[in-house]
């Protein structure tokens, strides 16, 4: 397959899973946060996605309202989720022979969509509705993926762009909502502590599961390690390793690609980073330095596909 | 009808079947509108059309291996040796270089309308890179999933093997000794306008699209950079001119292209179709001289023929087309896609002054025609029919031999009254129906 559409759909795969993990977060804090007033609240999802410089050079407060019309529609915020999915639809676009018809015209249409969206569509009151909107076409687009893509390189590449985008954005979530989580902690079974760690469950849709796996525990460090570690979650960061070092071999294994050191020695880092999350109680300060160091590692290992399977290959091989 | 042919537009949009318009430096994706009532060629109609453009591209190809190579047509006093060599689409790095099976054309879009006499005229050849084949295949699907129910018990001949054909005639113009050719479309990238078309032509064929940046030229060869390392590339259906094809011979600037492509290729180490320098042949000047180049090199009469044209370039051509220009049609001859013609029956006085001044300034930029009367097809126009002015485009597809798709793009001016049918500039488009 040409390096190039193997970068291409390595994007599309994390593109539209950005989009739908933001569409998550801001769910997430939307309900965390019904006072639109609580701006100090809102400037936690500008940091966790480092995007203080870009939005405070357009916005002087960080309003939920400034915030949702950034992350959600801002043409101009190279990381709203409209741009996100305008970026998807321009991977798949390159693409497209490669893909089938409907998976592209269903991408063509979401971005449409996205393109439709006003203001007055936006606001804190109606964000459930259109954070469901946009996990719903996420989900759409990943289904007809899973039920049309031909399983080729293209569909390991497309599923590696995923599944690092996801590790990357649960650790992000997990982050900042775990600070604000612990605070309470010392007063346990209050019943906005509950609906919290339910909303925080519920954005990543593990509440069920997680009730079914851990009955009778709601405990802050409980609930961090089932997202960072459980393996059947399919939205924990160790699932999301797992499922990475299974493409790598499939590409390895069944389509013949030499994975080469960088690469092979970039999974291992960041699995046995992930591997390092404590039994017991975990504690903030532990879980920020955990995040930064997944997020770290996950950058390095996209590097390294891009320099080995992406980029300019030497003539000799 | 009006809800049915809503619906298509959506669909059309929702596939992203567009071109892009660029206009005063912005870009917008388009749909090129779809107009639901087939125009529909009889046997004897589309003999008549199928016939005259082999004839025309075994010309072209004869004249084309003539330029680069003998050069006989201009010793015998056929064909004025400025025109080619002063021809700013002649490629001196092609003279002496072999292609294979003398296809230089392996993909020609003869453009071809029907006069006030009922008889089809050829307005041009376009022998560099025709665009507009994937519309007849959408159009086609399109109609067939639109109103399947119009095809039953009519002979329409199928036009879904394009690709297949297509991909046939370019293994066959392969260098020499490779058996199993590795064929690739060089597209400018999804930035171009026509990338929709680059996209349905690789995947109808089923090769990689590749960009200039995903090629590699070593030892002469060329290759592309895959996941599993360089492979060999033996054919190049290139969507560039060739301009862009080769930043060390053609211009120096060029993103699009592979540095080294002419010199694998003049070692005949790879294929580029269409070949390098038919602009040569499919110019607006050399297009008055291609009847008097049917006689010469295959013995025959046009069976399609040119409307008269008068070259400015000449004494004569010159001064009767200042005199009548309120009465012909002008166009500059480098120009494509309908930019510069003034016709002159519809034009204002200060549009036909501007004219005047353009072409004394530069006669031999100019050709002139008589108005031909565009034959017209009912057309849906907000709810009813009416007659609107058509066009037709066919592919003809060169290996060994030559094939034309049966039908061909129908354009269709949809302004009133208009005989542009430009997508640019208002034009639509028809499924068109050659009959069993």
Known sequence: MLSRYAENVYWLGRYVERAENLARLLDTHGSFARDPRATGDWEAVIRINADEEEFFSRNKEATAAAVLYFYLID????????????????????VRHLISTELWAHLNTFYGEMHELKRRDIGLARLAKVAAFIKTSCQTHTGIAEGTLYRDQAYRFYQIGRHIERADQ????????????????EDPGSPIDISQWNALLRSAAGYQAYRRTRPGSMSTSDVARFLLSDPEFPRSIGFCLYRIKYDLACLEGEHGLDLGDTVREGVERVMEISGQTPTDRIDPKWLHKFADAIQDELLDLGGALGKRFFGIVEAAE | MTRLSKAVDRELYNLGITFTLYHEGSSVDRVLPFDLIPRVLTP????????????????????????????????????????????????????????????????????????????????????????????????????????????EGMNVR??????????????????????????VLLSPGPFNSAYFEHVFLAREMGIPLVTGQDLVVENDKVSMKTTGGLRDVHVIYRRINDDFLDPEVFREDSMLGAPGLMRAY???????????GTGVADDKA??????????????????????????????DGLSYTLDNLDKLVTKPVGEAGGYGVVIGPRAS????????????????????????????????????????????????????????????????????????????????????????
């Open chain 2, 286 to 315: 050399v297009y008055a001289y291609i009847p008097r180049l049917i006689k010469y090199y295959l013995d025959q009469d046009a069976i399609l023929p040119n409307v008269p044209t008068n070259l400015c370039r000449e004494k």
């Open chain 2, 266 to 276: 003049a070692k005949g180490n790879v294929t580029i179709a269409n070949a390098v």
């Open chain 1, 75 to 94: 043409p101009k915020s190279p990381t709203s989720i409209l741009n996100s999915v305008g970026y998807a639809r321009e991977n798949a676009r390159t």
């Open chain 2, 349 to 436: 006085a200060r549009e036909l002054e501007a004219t005047r001044k353009a072409i004394e300034k530069e006669p031999a930029n100019y050709i002139s025609q008589p108005m031909v009367e565009l034959s017209v097809s009912p057309t849906l126009i907000s709810g009813r029919v009416e007659p609107r002015h058509v066009d037709l485009r066919p592919f003809c597809v060169t290996g060994k031999s030559t094939w034309v798709l049966p039908g061909g793009l129908t354009r269709v001016a949809l302004k009133k009254g208009s005989l542009v049918v430009n997508s640019s500039q208002g034009g639509g488009s028809k499924d068109t129906w050659v009959l069993e």
């Open chain 2, 158 to 183: 199928p036009v879904l093997d394009y690709g297949l054909r297509l991909h046939q005639a370019l293994c066959e113009s392969a260098p020499a000794g490779v058996t199993d050719p590795q064929v």
């Open chain 2, 44 to 151: 004897a109609d589309w003999e008549t059309i199928e016939s005259g453009s082999i004839q025309r591209v075994q010309t072209l190809n004869l004249l084309l291996a003539d330029i680069y190579g003998p050069q006989k047509v201009i010793k015998d006093g056929i064909l004025p040796a400025d025109l080619v060599f002063k021809n700013p689409n002649y490629r001196p790095e092609m003279v002496g270089l072999k292609v294979r099976e003398n296809s230089y054309v392996n993909v020609c879009g003869v453009d071809v309308v029907r006069g006030g006499d009922g008889g089809f005229v050829v307005l041009e050849d376009n022998a560099r890179s025709p665009s507009g084949v994937s519309y007849v295949v959408e159009n086609r699907q399109l109609m067939r999933r639109t109103m399947p129910h119009l095809f």
């Open chain 1, 170 to 185: 649960t650790s992000r979530l997990l982050d900042v909502k775990y600070r604000q989580l612990q605070s309470v902690e």
